[in-house]
Structures are given as structure tokens and as C-alpha cells.
């Protein structure tokens, strides 16, 4: 499956503008885990490339949405509701808030490409964990304007 099938922006929902994003990033690595000790070069170089990895799968996201809703993308003002599903090959037990600690840098590259003004916006909805061991992990984050509308 290619990035851009990965990818949806969407508009519409009931009659109602809300914009929505659905990205598909790769599993943040144990380097960035708040749990996990790494030595600093290496956490330094996993937090670049989780950066710039989300970075360039928003800006796709971005680029669909406009292509769709033929208007320019404008950065998310309000609130901003943020939900990951991970899709791991382990039933091993995880914890929710070190799920969404690593994944600071994610959230760091999509601030960088434009989706929110400050990732201080971000509010976390629901963080779900899915098991398929033939799938490569990787987490599936919707993003959701919560003040709603574009023009």
C-alpha cells in the first residue's frame, strides 16, 4: 500500500465542515519511549527521523485535503482532537501514556508542516491497540478540528 493510500483528509460529516485528517506514521522506536534508556545519540537521531517521517506524511495529507476541498489549508486555530490506534504484532500490554510520550516527535513533525499552530492544542482522544502479527506496526492517527469549519 502506498503512502498516499494511507492517507485521507476529509471535509464532511453530517451536513457539517469539520476537517479531519488520517495519517499513518511508522511505530515510534523504543528509542523514544519514556521508559527505555538509549544513549542520547541514538535517541537524538530517532526523534529527527520520527520528525520528518510525520512531517512529510502530513504535508500528503494536507496536499489531499486541499486537492478535495479545492481551498487552501489553513493551520488548526482551537482545540484539536487527536486519536491513535497502534497496530502492533504483539499482544505484549502496553501503557497509554507512554504510547502517547513517544510520540512527542510525531506530533512535533506535524506542527512543523502546518496542521496546528501549537501542538499545546492538542487534546488526546481515544489511544486503541490492534494486534496483527502479519502487519508492520505502525500507529493510525485521526486528527479533528474540534471548534469545526473551514471556509
Request: hydrophobic letters at 35%.
Amino acid at each position: 500500500m502506498s503512502n498516499n493510500q494511507k492517507t485521507r483528509a476529509v471535509g464532511r460529516r453530517n451536513g457539517e465542515n469539520v476537517r479531519e485528517l488520517t495519517i499513518t506514521v511508522p511505530m515510534p522506536p523504543r528509542e523514544l519511549s519514556p521508559n527505555g534508556y538509549t544513549r542520547r545519540r541514538a535517541h537524538i537521531a530517532a526523534k529527527v527521523a520520527a520528525r520528518e517521517d510525520a512531517q512529510t506524511k502530513a504535508r500528503q495529507a494536507i496536499i489531499l485535503w486541499q486537492r478535495a476541498h479545492k481551498t487552501s489549508w489553513q493551520p488548526i486555530e482551537g482545540a484539536v482532537l487527536v486519536s491513535a490506534l497502534f497496530i502492533v504484532g504483539t499482544g505484549r500490554r502496553r501503557d497509554r501514556d507512554n504510547a502517547i510520550a513517544s510520540l512527542k516527535s510525531t506530533l512535533d513533525g506535524f506542527t512543523r508542516a502546518g496542521i496546528w499552530r501549537d501542538d499545546s492544542q492538542v487534546e488526546w482522544g481515544t489511544v486503541n491497540w490492534f494486534k496483527q502479527a502479519s502487519w508492520l506496526p505502525e500507529v493510525v492517527i485521526t486528527i479533528k478540528d474540534t471548534e469545526g469549519g473551514y471556509s
